[in-house]
């Protein structure tokens, strides 16, 4: 069983950045961010490949965010930069526990952290 330990969120106004980190106890595949705003369903943010050569990205923050991995360090991070408002949301990292390649659903995960809040004050 893998743990995943979210950290790096808070409060932000727009236009600035945060990075968010995402500990793991253990190797993982595939990992992915996803977040959460009020009142709405989680959403797909980014996600990487198991070796860092291929990456996805929501439309939405296409261009602005980053996301990495050090493997070494079983360390996942999401830069993100230029932040709106509409970007305020639970931020959760997911990974896969076999899966080499990337997906955006959330059933291609197998585990999940606790979640960082960030806010972006308008």
């Known amino acids: 069983q893998v743990q995943l330990v979210e950290s790096g969120g808070g409060l932000v106004q727009a236009g600035g950045s945060l990075r968010l980190s995402c500990a793991s106890s253990?190797?993982?595949?595939?990992v992915a961010w996803f977040r959460q705003a009020p009142g709405k369903e989680r959403e797909f943010v980014a996600a990487i490949t198991s070796n860092g050569d291929a990456t996805s990205y929501a439309d939405s923050v296409k261009g602005r965010f980053t996301i990495s991995r050090d493997n070494a360090k079983n360390m996942l991070y999401l830069q993100m930069n230029s932040l709106k408002p509409e970007d305020t949301a639970v931020y959760y990292c997911?990974?896969?526990?076999?899966?080499?390649?990337?997906?955006?659903?959330?059933?291609?995960?197998?585990?999940w952290g606790q979640g960082t809040q960030v806010t972006v004050s308008s």
């Open positions: 997911a990974a896969s526990g076999a899966r080499y390649s990337i997906a955006r659903g959330e059933s291609f995960y197998d585990y």
């Open positions: 253990g190797r993982t595949f595939s």
